[in-house]
């Protein structure tokens, strides 16, 4: 059974830091397209970060060098590092997993088949 387990959330300052984490569990992640997105009240879910089974990392142009998508494949485990955090980054952080891909990864929500439950990130002026 796919699971997808995030973890880290919480509220902050602006400047602040996070570090979400996201536990896979049921298939081969790394052999799969894995992504952050998040979805702030009253918006629609954007996509934030994804890392193919290349270890190829893409940005959204907000978290460009702001965050940081890394795994550690010995825990099973993805992470989104988010440093300089604005009131903007506030929102509900999901994980998820492509598992039709290893590669060529979407930016779009609708092709990710596996979702966790989301953890919230609160960032405070």
């Known amino acids: 059974q796919v699971q997808l387990v995030e973890s880290g959330g919480g509220s902050v300052q602006a400047g602040g830091s996070l570090r979400l984490s996201c536990y896979a569990s049921?298939?081969?992640?790394?052999?799969?397209?894995m992504g952050w997105f998040r979805q702030a009240p009253g918006k629609e879910r954007e996509w934030v970060a994804r890392i193919d089974s290349l270890d190829t990392k893409i940005y959204a142009y907000f978290a460009k060098d702001r965050f940081t998508i890394s795994t550690e494949n010995a825990k099973n485990t993805l992470y989104l590092q988010m440093n300089s955090l604005k009131p903007e980054d506030t929102a509900m952080y999901y994980c998820?997993?492509?598992?039709?891909?290893?590669?060529?990864?979407?930016?779009?929500?609708?092709?990710?088949?596996?979702w966790g439950q989301g953890t919230q990130v609160t960032v405070s002026s």
């Open positions: 049921g298939f081969g992640y790394r052999r799969t397209c």
């Open positions: 998820a997993a492509d598992s039709r891909r290893y590669d060529f990864c979407s930016d779009h929500s609708r092709d990710y088949d596996y």
